[in-house]
């Protein structure tokens, strides 16, 4: 039985990669909100509209790096490293297939997309261009969700921290070129990370191929696993469409609310972006292990990591939401030039903050029952979990609040009452035995 200091250990050589590669994900909508903000509240505007049915479709998609990592996880805590990685390589080649239709569909589809949201003509235009761009790097993003989940379930977060890494840099550098450089303006945003998703593939592919023919795994197209790959992660699926369900809704109320307040929702979500990935680090470490230890039938193993790291889900979240805090009155001036919209941010920004404790647990709760493959209850409750929320979020529309205090109270009905929600189903479910099924 392994100690709590090497139980310690094992979570950290997981988490601590697994916190710089997840950041980097945010940080790629962090610069591009930044870089965009400085071009004017229109164009940051529309980022926020492009950037939530950007998000929405990829992480509709999550479920191929979630349903990948228990998978392979599963098999290499049972010993069966080349099954392991076959397992992963299946859930690749989904993702091309996947992506491919798409970024076809998605960018046939962009004018209506962007129109549901009923934005002012000049937001919704720059809108349209961005998204219109950005549908050609979904199939780059989703392969990486794949081998992301692949290189997790055996173990290793280390290689995944140096690719994303590296597709941060070239992001920014691309960025700042197309859009100061050649004058592209929110089309260059979207253009540099389109080529910058492309070469995390690159490097991806490199690194599965080795590790195939180390393990001597099967790297062919093979149509029977794939469709089972899929089939497993329909749940997932339906789980994540609740999720992003909720997000949605959330940035068409701030629509409604007005251009400034839509600018302002932009900037906190991305900020509860960048939180909510680097609190999942310890959900990414949750799922590694528990996927391991239920493969290897190790279930006092399994309770003792979840245990461990819902406490520091804990401490996590009250360190990161005091570091919120403490910037809330500043953080506005780096997304945009206008202190009024900056001022508006801050009590959201502070409702964020307060709430980060909670969100550590809910991460870590989320991903200890992905790791186990609990797909079936993730997705009931994460339907559940609207119950609450879709009248409180209607109810701070018919209230009318604008400005400051409209986007506060919207802060408050997402990160509060949806994220207590969750906090709820998860924590029950956890409480029992059934969600732990061993074997491989």
Not at 45 to 73: C, D, E, H, N, R
Not at 96 to 114: K, S
Not at 291 to 314: E, S
């Amino acid at each position: 039985m392994a100690s709590p200091a090497t139980l310690n250990r094992q979570i950290l050589a997981l988490a601590v990669p697994a916190l710089g590669a997840l950041v980097a994900e945010p940080l790629f909508l962090i610069v591009d909100a930044a870089l965009v903000g400085h071009l004017g509240v229109v164009p940051l505007a529309a980022l926020g509209i492009a950037g939530a049915v950007l998000q929405t479709i990829v992480g509709l998609m999550v479920f191929l790096a979630y349903s990948t990592t228990p998978a392979v996880a599963r098999r290499f805590g049972a010993g069966q490293h080349g099954s392991a990685v076959s397992a992963g390589i299946d859930g690749m080649w989904l993702a091309l297939g996947l992506g491919f239709v798409l970024a076809v569909l998605g960018y046939f589809a962009t004018p209506g997309l962007v129109g549901l949201f009923g934005a002012d003509p000049a937001v919704s235009a720059d809108a349209e261009t961005y998204l219109g761009i950005s549908m050609w790097g979904l199939p780059a993003m989703l392969i990486v969700f794949a081998a992301t989940g692949l290189l997790r379930g055996m173990q290793d977060t280390v290689t995944p921290l140096w690719i994303a890494g590296v597709g941060f840099a070239m992001n920014a550098l691309l960025n700042a070129l197309f859009i100061y450089g050649f004058g592209w303006g929110i089309a260059g945003s979207a253009a540099g990370t389109v080529v910058a998703q492309w070469g995390m593939v690159a490097a991806y592919v490199a690194v599965v191929g080795r590790l195939a023919r180390r393990h001597s795994a099967a790297v062919g197209l093979r149509r029977d696993t794939m469709s089972s790959t899929a089939r497993a992660g329909g749940w997932m699926f339906l789980r994540t469409v609740s999720l992003r369900g909720a997000l949605l809704a959330t940035v068409a109320a701030a629509t409604a609310l007005g251009t400034e307040e839509l600018a302002g929702w932009q900037v906190a979500f991305t900020l509860f972006s960048t939180a909510a990935f680097a609190l999942d680090a310890l959900a990414i470490a949750a799922q590694a292990l528990v996927g391991k230890g239920l493969g290897a039938r190790d279930t006092a193993l399994v309770r003792r990591v979840l245990g461990r790291t819902v406490a520091w889900g804990v401490w996590f979240g009250v360190l990161v939401g005091a570091g919120i805090a403490a910037s809330s009155g500043v953080i506005g001036l780096v997304f945009t030039s206008d202190p009024a919209i900056a001022a508006l941010i801050q009590p959201a920004l502070l409702v964020l903050a307060v709430a980060q404790p909670m969100c550590g647990v809910v991460f870590v709760l989320d991903g200890v029952l992905i790791g186990a493959g609990d797909a079936r209850y993730l997705a009931l409750a994460g339907v559940a979990n609207l119950v609450p929320f879709v009248p409180a979020l209607l109810i701070v529309l018919w209230a009318g609040a604008t400005g400051s205090a409209g986007l506060a109270w919207l802060a408050v009905t997402f990160f509060g009452v949806y994220m207590a929600a969750r906090l709820v189903t998860l924590g029950w479910r956890v409480r029992g035995a059934r969600w732990m099924t061993a074997g491989a």
